[in-house]
């Protein structure tokens, strides 16, 4: 699976549009971007999922650019409680896939007042 | 559907004990696997499971043991605790190992091997 690179940390305020970028330079033709959220002491969960161009959901915005090579979560409005650490992930479609999801370090968005 | 349940939300060992984390799930999903999660770090894959009597090795393996005799639960055995695995252990399942299926996380157990 490609491997996945994103900032460690991101910082906002209340209000604001916070956008993460992930960049996934080996990305195969049958692999999706999925992006999942993590509060503390918590286990992920998902958020959203995409192959190409735009996908939108109550809770947030997918952009992924004609070469698929980076991918952008878009949280729009964030409150107190978008204080999480973000994973982008590589996930394979497919019969023959292992299923397995690999995490990288994700970005923790620290969201102040 | 109560999901993914884990027991025991936390735990301490000694050094050389051993102990089995438990997982369940009812939603029939095919997929399970666990993971560890050490402080301010991300979740790295101990072991997976495609489905009843198959299990495979993630990033992570070492000092662990899994089995799937059955569909609902993916249990975790440490053989021979050490301090290295303290950790929050997660388990998680997803209705078949396709990407197209999203993946369910359970509540964590928190270890704390001295």
């Known amino acids: 699976l490609a491997k996945t690179t994103q900032p460690i940390s991101m910082d906002s305020y209340e209000g604001q549009e916070v956008n993460i970028t992930c960049s996934h330079n080996n990305i195969a033709t049958n692999d999706y971007i999925t992006w999942y959220q993590q509060f503390p002491s918590q286990g992920p969960r998902f958020i959203i999922q995409?192959?190409?161009t735009k996908v939108t959901n109550e809770v947030a915005s997918l952009f992924i650019p004609a070469d698929r090579k980076s991918s952008t979560l878009s949280l729009p409005r964030v409150s107190l409680s978008d204080t999480a650490v973000y994973y982008c992930?590589?996930?394979?479609?497919?019969?023959?896939?292992?299923?397995?999801?690999?995490f990288g370090q994700g970005t923790t968005l620290q969201v102040k007042p | 559907n109560a999901g993914v349940t884990q027991t025991p939300k936390f735990q301490v060992l000694k050094t050389g004990q051993s102990m089995t984390l438990q997982c369940a799930q009812d939603?029939?999903?095919?997929?399970m696997s666990w993971y560890r999660q050490d402080p301010g770090m991300g979740l790295r894959l101990i072991h997976y499971s495609v489905g009843a009597g198959i299990t495979d090795q993630g990033e992570v393996p070492n000092g662990y043991n899994v089995s799937r005799s059955t569909t609902e639960d993916f249990p975790l055995r440490l053989l021979s605790a050490a301090p290295s695995q303290t950790s929050v252990y997660f388990c998680a399942s997803r209705l078949r190992p396709s990407g197209q299926e999203t993946q369910y996380f359970g509540p964590g157990t928190r270890l704390l091997v001295l």
């Open positions: 992930l590589v996930d394979r479609y497919g019969s023959g896939n292992t299923g397995k999801l690999i």
């Open positions: 995409g192959y190409k």
């Open positions: 939603m029939n999903h095919e997929y």
